[in-house]
């Protein structure tokens, strides 16, 4: 038995994500390999080698793994997935844009968003925005899986020393190109792998008012999420929103601030840590899940907040 | 250019699910079923794209038992021209799904499939993109803008770290998020007309297709519940309490 693990990186660094696979793969049991496809990908590689449970990191540096597209990345993993018994990724946008082509060309099911492994072939996944949890068995000889990385700590990125095996590019096509993106730029945490979390939502009434978050989150050391409400409202970009169909999210503390906690919303944080909700309304269902409540104006609460730390980190 | 839309029924989402006492799976007796959220923006996708000339025709495509055929007029009435309902009572996973559509696109010859990004039951996100890859297609997956130019789509799509634009060779499959749209509600005039719209039952069988799963759902369980609902009464106690009880600051 072995698994590979398709690495989601930067080309000069892994992303968190991939720690948590990694964490996932070594659950399953057997080698754990590493696929790093990229350009100049090199440094990403040595990481990949370096990370604990990993035996071996398979690197392919080529242009035309600059953007990895959908329709280029598939048909690599494709043509290395029958060395395996498992294929994993990360359940982000990345991992959930190529893997179901790889499965669909295997011709096996995709298990999409584990969030843990009872053997093998057996795996826990959430349904219904996480209402219910689903435990499947997968009858397929080959195994193609994304990895929800709240349900695994994240791997050691020291302590490995697997060995670089350099590998051929796969087939290329033309079926799309890479135009252009626009990346939110932040000095703060991924909001995925952050240790607190503060998000906004409607009650915040615009996205000027999201600089009360991004004060305390600066003094936390915090990411900055929203919900969908905030996300649909134009008060910030699409990639804040936390939620079944946004990210998911599980820091130690996550502090939601005029967030009603709609069951989208909840499915995204609710295994949290701690939760802390500020609203002013004390029938909003973001008390039922929240360990600490507080009633009242956040646009008085929140400066009394950073106030308050100031204190207590003074 | 024909669009071809796909449909999924699925439990509405404001309904608040519950899991069966024998761990088998959710209840859906008595349970309000509507069309997936997702859906709808592919369907309100394509009738935008007939309103600006683009598209020629709409087809919407719905699989599953019976009354996935009021899901079907439900597209029908928001404007797409015509339905195929492939008939089953069988549990489908994505990739049946998947191959059922190809099935129906070798037949119809669409230029342009539109589906959702995900299905707000099972969660998978893998519909489309498995579709994309048994008809060797491209992709543009979790889609907030959409702009076809003769022979290709710019896709913008919506990623962790962002936006990204990609071009697409047509024909071409694309995914809808959020933010591609607001999907508009159907008119009572276009709801009466949408009755009169044809809907073509279809089978797995008759398309040669192998739904069997290759999955097997041992148990179906609730999440352990959160123990929350305790209140503070101001900031100083709270920060106290993150600091000193819970230790998370």
């Known amino acids: 038995m072995s698994v590979l693990v398709f690495a989601e990186h930067s080309n000069s660094a892994l992303k968190s994500a991939t720690l948590n696979a990694v964490t996932a793969a070594v659950a399953i049991g057997g080698d754990v390999h590493v696929l790093v496809a990229g350009f100049n990908a090199k440094p990403a590689a040595e990481a990949a080698a370096k990370v604990k449970g990993v035996t071996k990191v398979l690197l392919v540096d080529d242009a035309g793994y600059e953007h990895l597209l959908a329709e280029t990345v598939a048909p690599l993993v494709v043509k290395l997935a029958p060395a395996y018994s ?27 968003e584990i969030q843990s492994v009872v053997s093998a072939d ?49 087939p290329s096509t033309d079926l799309s190109h890479f135009v252009g993106a626009e990346l939110s730029k932040s000095e703060r945490p991924e909001l995925t792998s952050a240790r607190i979390v503060i998000s906004g939502g409607r009650g915040m009434q615009s996205g000027d008012n999201f600089h ?32 079944q169909t946004g990210k998911i999210v ?37 008390f039922q899940v929240a360990d600490y409540g507080i009633v009242g104006d956040l646009f008085k609460l929140i400066p009394e907040l950073s106030a308050e730390l100031d204190k207590v980190k003074g | 250019m024909k669009v071809l839309v796909a449909v999924k029924r699925v439990i509405d989402y ?42 020629t025709e709409i087809v919407a495509v719905s699989l599953g038992v019976q009354q996935c055929q009021e899901t079907i007029r439900t597209a029908l009435a928001m404007g797409a021209d015509r339905g195929i309902h492939v008939l089953t009572d069988a549990e489908l996973e994505p990739l049946a799904v998947a191959k059922l559509l190809k099935a129906v696109c070798d037949k119809e010859q669409p230029q342009l499939v539109i589906v959702g990004k995900q299905a707000i039951d099972d969660d998978c996100s893998q519909t489309g993109q498995m579709l994309a890859a048994l008809l060797g297609w491209s992709q543009g997956t979790f889609a907030s803008k959409v702009k076809i130019d003769g022979s290709k789509a710019d896709v913008t799509r919506e990623v962790d770290g962002g936006l990204e634009t990609v071009s697409l060779k ?6 809808t998020d959020l933010r591609l749209n607001e999907p508009r509600y159907a008119s009572l005039p276009n709801i009466m007309k949408a009755k009169k719209k044809p809907i073509d039952p279809t089978t797995p069988a ?11 759902v041992l148990k179906v369980e609730e999440p352990p519940k959160r123990q929350g609902g305790k209140k503070v009464g101001s900031i100083a106690e709270l920060v106290d309490k993150l600091k000193n009880e819970a230790r998370v600051i």
Do not use: C
């Open chain 1, 86 to 112: 498992h294929v994993l990724a990360t359940a982000t946008t990345f991992g959930k844009n190529f893997m179901p082509r790889v499965a669909a060309v295997l011709d096996v099911a995709q298990i999409s």
């Open chain 1, 122 to 170: 057996t795996f826990v996944r959430p349904i219904y925005a996480g209402n219910a949890l689903a435990t499947v068995q997968s009858k397929d000889a080959i195994k193609v899986i994304t990895v929800r990385g709240t349900g695994f700590a994240a791997a050691d990125a020291e302590g490995g020393s697997a060995a670089i095996e350099t590998i051929e590019a796969g």
């Open chain 1, 250 to 286: 599980a820091p130690d503390l996550y502090i939601a601030v005029g967030i009603s906690g709609a069951i989208q919303h909840l499915a995204g944080m609710k295994d949290s840590k701690v939760i802390v909700a500020i609203n002013k309304d004390e029938e909003a269902p973001i």
């Open chain 1, 212 to 243: 009360l978050l991004d004060a305390i989150a600066d003094k936390l050391g915090a990411a900055v999420g929203a919900s969908r409400a905030a996300v649909d409202a134009g008060f910030v970009p699409n990639d804040y929103q936390v939620g």
């Open chain 2, 206 to 216: 008759e398309l040669g297709v192998d739904v069997t799963p290759h999955l097997v």
């Open chain 2, 14 to 55: 404001n309904v608040k699910v519950r899991v069966k006492a024998d761990k088998t799976g959710v209840e859906t007796a008595n349970v309000k079923m509507s069309m997936n959220p997702f859906d709808e923006i592919a369907v309100e996708e394509a009738i935008r794209l007939k309103e600006a000339g683009i598209a």
């Open chain 2, 170 to 175: 047509l024909p071409a499959v694309v995914t």
